[in-house]
Nanobody, 130 residues
Framework: QVRLVESGGGLVQAGGSLRLSCAAF????????IGWFRQAPGKEREWVSC???????YYADSVKGRFTISRDNIKRTVDLQMTGLEPEDTAVYYC????????????????????????WGKGIQVTVSS
């Protein structure tokens, strides 16, 4: 069964750091890109970052220089290291993928639309206090 499970969220003060992890179940990461998205209250879901199947990282302008994405294909995890967190980063964070896609979506679209993804995790809350 294909599943994506996020972990690592929580409450942090502005300027602090958090590390999110996305664990993949039911498929190999070897040939798959994984994306991170977020949704703040009253706002649309937006793309944050993605890791291509080759391990390249891509970022939305709002997080570039503060967030770093990485992957471990053996552990089947994709992590999002978030530093310099701001209250505006408060949101539910989701990992997602367009599984077995024939098109290289990560790194092709900026911003990346959530509609491209076909599998989603349940999300995890990140709250940044001022």
């Amino acid at each position: 069964q294909v599943r994506l499970v996020e972990s690592g969220g929580g409450l942090v003060q502005a300027g602090g750091s958090l590390r999110l992890s996305c664990a993949a179940f039911g498929f190999s990461l070897d040939h798959e890109a994984i994306g991170w998205f977020r949704q703040a209250p009253g706002k649309e879901r937006e793309w944050v970052s993605c890791s291509s199947s080759g391990g390249s990282g891509y970022y939305a302008d709002s997080v570039k220089g503060r967030f770093t994405i990485s992957r471990d294909n053996i552990k089947r995890t994709v992590d999002l290291q978030m530093t310099g967190l701001e209250p505006e980063d408060t949101a539910v964070y989701y990992c997602a993928t367009d599984l077995y896609s024939s098109r290289p979506w990560c790194g092709t679209y900026n911003p990346l639309s959530p509609s491209v993804m076909d599998y989603w995790g349940k999300g995890i809350q990140v709250t940044v206090s001022s």
